[in-house]
């Protein structure tokens, strides 16, 4: 089943587009990693999903309905939105930050927390490993930590998908790793549709059935890792030489960077998302 659908999908800021004529479907229980270089429109695309985009044409659907003709709390009711670690918190606890999100599935702003909220709130830091970390302030938390108490805020949600804005940024590998293992196991044992923007591409390979990847907002190849991860493409989208080996775990490419005395590296242009060099 479709569980999600973009059709022609056109979005940006001030009336300006950062992605164009994006088209893609997600099915239930898949995972699939939007890549590509600083700038290409990955995180516009993931907000743009969820309506949070000032500038956006095109469709959207979930569950055969259309996102832009529903209400933000119908929304919230379909997707879960786990944005990037930022240092800014706010200072609650990791109980109270889980807690949030319920807020979706509670009649009235003042509605206390009922069974089936606290059996939620539970189960989610159970199984993003985080119970035992609920009276610490997010203040207190690794970037790892507080990556996970995101996630579990979202599961909370009960939403059938989970976008996730970079989830591996500024983790060390371990946390990059824990992460990846903790989204493979939502999707295989809680059947979660999920969708990352990331720039990872050695980490998200093994852990998602198909890779998109943007280059100045438009979809520049899309598929299954094997079929994508070639020196063509790795070219093309980031204009960038690789050698590619197997990866002896996994059975499938992984890229590995050319280093050489006194190479000169691409001058890298201004990208549509960030509108200045990077």
Do not use: W
């Amino acid at each position: 089943m479709k569980l999600l659908e973009v059709k022609n999908l056109e979005a940006g800021y001030n009336h300006l587009p950062v992605i164009h004529d994006i088209s893609f479907d997600l099915e239930q229980g898949e995972f699939l990693a939007v890549c590509g270089p600083n700038g290409s429109g990955k995180s516009t695309l993931v907000k743009a999903l969820q309506r949070l985009t000032p500038f956006t044409r095109g469709t959207v659907k979930l569950e055969g309905r259309n996102v832009f003709r529903l209400k933000t709390k119908e929304i919230a009711a379909l997707l879960a939105y786990v944005p990037q670690v930022s240092d800014q918190v706010f200072d609650f606890t990791v109980e109270e930050t889980v807690a949030m999100g319920r807020y979706v599935h509670q009649g009235h702003k003042l509605a206390g927390q009922l069974d089936k909220d606290r059996s939620e709130i539970e189960e989610a830091m159970r199984l993003t490993g985080v119970a035992a970390l609920r009276q610490k302030n997010l203040s207190q938390l690794s970037g790892g930590e507080r990556q996970r108490v995101l996630i579990a805020r979202a599961l909370a949600q009960e939403t059938p998908v989970l976008l996730l804005d970079e989830p591996s940024s500024h983790l060390d590998i371990n946390f990059q790793l824990q992460i990846y293992h903790l989204l493979q196991d939502l999707q295989i044992e809680k059947k979660k549709t999920i969708l990352v923007a990331e720039h990872n591409l050695n980490l998200c390979i093994p852990y998602c059935h198909r890779l998109l990847f943007l280059k100045q907002g438009r979809i520049e190849a899309a598929g299954p890792p094997a079929e994508v991860i070639n020196r063509k493409v790795i070219r093309r989208v980031f204009d960038l030489e690789v050698e590619l080996r197997e990866n002896t775990s996994s059975g499938l490419p992984e890229i590995s960077f050319i280093h050489s005395a006194g190479r000169t590296v691409n001058k890298i242009e201004p990208g549509p998302e960030t509108g200045a060099k990077n």
